[in-house]
């Protein structure tokens, strides 16, 4: 089993959606959580940071964490096209590298 | 966020040159710099990490005599890509943070915008 699951899609909704964003995972001593968006050709770009259980809005984003289930979620209300990337979840204990899920590609069709 | 850039961004070699790529933390001091590998529709994988001043450390299964990397100042981190083959091929992807001993190293990374290789 893998530490981080992400099902890579793709995943392709209409202008407007609620789109879901979802990773598992298996190391139970991981204590940040973040969601990075990934266009194509560039480096990640942090979206949200979650420290422990709970949620945390930004805007049109929520991340959600479950550590008692070992998932993971960011929430994109009223999607637009311009959120058209890939989404990377990773996450960390603190003391040890990043772990990245493989990305979910996201089309918003105008 | 803090600013981290790479140079080039895009390059094409012959196989068995060597090709080196810069990452700059731009407005900040980067004690700790992460080297990335990314293949194609596939997650970032860690090559190695490099504090200011000392040796890297490399990931299980990178060879560090191939991929050198030199962490001289607080601001300038280098990866070159030795004998470059075109397995080599990827997209190679910087971040910098403050050091391993602030305990917040690895949950705060700034990234580059990464670097295309493509070895012919």
Known sequence: ?110 | GAVVSQHPSWVICKSGTSVKIECRSLDFQATTMFWYRQFPKQSLMLMATSNEGSKATYEQGVEKDKFLINHASLTLSTLTVTSAHPEDSSFYICSAGPGLTSGRAYNEQFFGPGTRLTVL
Not at chain 1, 20 to 29: E, I, K, R, V
């Open chain 1, 1 to 110: 089993q893998k530490e981080v699951e992400q099902d890579p899609g793709p995943l392709s909704v209409p202008e407007g959606a609620i789109v879901s964003l979802n990773c598992t995972y298996s190391n139970s001593a991981f204590q940040y959580f973040m969601w990075y968006r990934q266009y194509s050709r560039k480096g990640p770009e942090l979206l949200m940071y979650t420290y422990s259980s709970g949620n945390k809005e930004d805007g049109r984003f929520t991340a959600q964490v479950d550590k008692s289930s070992k998932y993971i979620s960011l929430f994109i209300r009223d999607s637009q096209p311009s959120d058209s990337a890939t989404y990377l979840c990773a996450m960390t204990t603190g003391n040890t590298p990043l772990v990245f899920g493989k990305g979910t590609r996201l089309s918003v069709i105008a």
